[in-house]
Nanobody, 124 residues
Framework: QLQPVESGGGLVQPGGSLRLSCAAS????????IGWFRQAPGKEREGVSC?????????YYADSVKGRFTISRDNAKNTVYLQMNSLKPEDTAVYIC????????????????WGQGTQVTVSS
């Protein structure tokens, strides 16, 4: 079963940093597009950042996180990271890793495999 697993969430003060990890068993992430989505209570699921398969390598960032978040791959560890800096209270949400084969727009409906999510809370 293809199952992404997230880790790295937690409670952080405004201006702080967190690094989320998305690991996968059962498939080689190198060939897949990985997306980080987030969902806050009462809000729609939002595409935060996505990275295409290694053969493409293109990345996408939502305007709200540009310059603060960085998505990257470590193919040796079969893991994708989301480095989140200068966190704001409005970044508070459940962050969910999703996977689809090849390249894809950073839209939830185009992703096939979803993790359970990890909570990120930004609060003083």
């Amino acid at each position: 079963q293809l199952q992404p697993v997230e880790s790295g969430g937690g409670l952080v003060q405004p201006g702080g940093s967190l690094r989320l990890s998305c690991a996968a068993s059962g498939f080689i992430l190198d060939y897949y597009a990985i997306g980080w989505f987030r969902q806050a209570p009462g809000k729609e699921r939002e595409g935060v950042s996505c990275i295409s398969s290694s053969s493409d390598g293109s990345t996408y960032y939502a305007d709200s996180v540009k310059g603060r978040f960085t998505i990257s791959r470590d193919n040796a560890k079969n893991t994708v990271y989301l480095q989140m800096n200068s966190l704001k209270p409005e970044d508070t949400a459940v962050y969910i890793c999703a996977v689809t084969f090849g390249s894809s727009p950073c839209l939830a409906l185009t992703y096939d495999y979803w993790g359970q999510g990890t909570q990120v809370t930004v609060s003083s």
